[in-house]
């Protein structure tokens, strides 16, 4: 259950209109980065796991009513930063100068080149925020990512919360309104506080590489092939230990000769690692069995019954009948 509240997380404010910078703030209303993404990937993520979860089904959902209010600070912004044009439009006199609306700092030329530009921002929805990118591609549920995996999918809101904070960063760069830097790092700086919560909540899933149930073929999983000619470098992902398991990693200098060698690569041997096909195969078995039970056993029906919620009063309510009823 979702209640407004009309007043916004973060009093964002402006102190003069810019019609160009609100068309660029469009990017974190309705691009692929923007707001109303992240606030939908994890609204659907969190439905996956409300039983099996509970934990994470609240901060996701926590999460995406968060990104939700800040969709709502960025749309104000725009529409702050177009205060006048609204109203200008909707002025039908022949006289109608919107130059004297914007302030000087754009010629009627300029608007109506960005106009031309993103026509459904400043013409058919007549100075108000669209649910679009900067440039007027509209908002597209093909930007969601999930893969029904907390595992996976933490990994991918880390990555979410990664671009848009290099967003709001770039934006800044574009703006002299020390009041919309002010909206615009708070934006930012909650990117980074999503990062961290995502990351701790992936910590504590054990174990949670690879990412999903399955275990990766002893094999190829530390192997580095050198597929490039030229200057080669060496660094923790090729030399060493590799990072999250531990295997030494194995340089293949000649990718060409040693796919011939092994008959590509169906002969490939294991080297460099303590993991053997047996041992990964009864992984993915005690792994499989693991999360499957706590799946079943999070969802499973009571008294035939399948409840997305338990409602305090209703539950009460049931208990008094029943204490009555013994009586």
């Known amino acids: 259950m979702f209640h407004h509240v009309k007043e916004l997380q973060f009093n964002a404010r402006v102190s003069k209109p810019d019609v160009r910078f609100a068309k660029l703030l469009l990017e974190q209303f309705g691009g692929p980065n923007g707001e109303l993404k992240a606030a939908m990937q994890y609204f659907v993520q969190a439905f996956g796991c409300r039983k099996a979860a509970p934990d994470k089904y609240d901060m996701l959902m926590d999460i995406a009513t968060e990104e939700f209010s800040h969709l709502e600070i960025v749309g104000a912004t725009i529409q702050m930063l177009l205060t006048g044009v609204n109203g200008e439009l909707k002025n039908a006199a022949d006289e109608s100068d919107l130059t004297k609306v914007l302030d000087g700092s754009a010629a009627k030329e300029d608007y109506i080149h960005e106009a031309m530009v993103n026509p459904h921002f400043f013409i058919v929805s007549?100075?108000?925020?669209?649910?679009?990118?900067?440039?007027?591609?509209?908002?597209?549920?093909?930007?969601?990512?999930?893969?029904?995996?907390?595992?996976?999918?933490?990994?991918?809101?880390?990555?979410?919360?990664?671009?848009?904070?290099?967003?709001?960063?770039n934006l800044m760069k574009f703006t002299d309104d020390v009041y919309v830097k002010e909206s615009l790092r708070y934006l930012m700086t909650r990117e980074v506080a999503h990062f961290q919560m995502f990351q701790a909540a992936l910590d504590s899933i054990q174990p949670n590489f690879p990412p999903g149930i399955l275990e990766s073929d002893p094999r190829f999983s530390n192997k580095y092939f050198n597929m490039s000619k030229g200057e080669d470098f060496k660094g923790p992902w090729n030399e060493g230990k590799s990072p999250l398991m531990g295997e030494e990693w194995q340089t293949i200098e000649d990718p060409l000769q040693h796919v011939r060698d092994t008959n590509g690569l169906l002969d490939e041997k294991a080297k460099g690692t303590e993991r053997t096909e047996k041992s990964v195969q009864s992984a993915n078995k005690e792994l499989s069995a693991e999360r499957k039970q706590t799946v079943d056993k999070a969802t499973a029906p009571k008294n035939g019954i399948m409840s997305w919620s338990v409602y305090q009063d209703t539950e009460k309510s049931r208990h008094q009948e029943s204490s009555i009823s013994s009586k």
């Open 126 to 169: 007549g100075g108000t925020p669209t649910l679009t990118d900067s440039v007027g591609n509209p908002w597209s549920a093909t930007y969601i990512m999930g893969m029904g995996d907390l595992t996976a999918d933490l990994r991918l809101n880390i990555g979410a919360e990664t671009s848009a904070k290099m967003v709001y960063e």
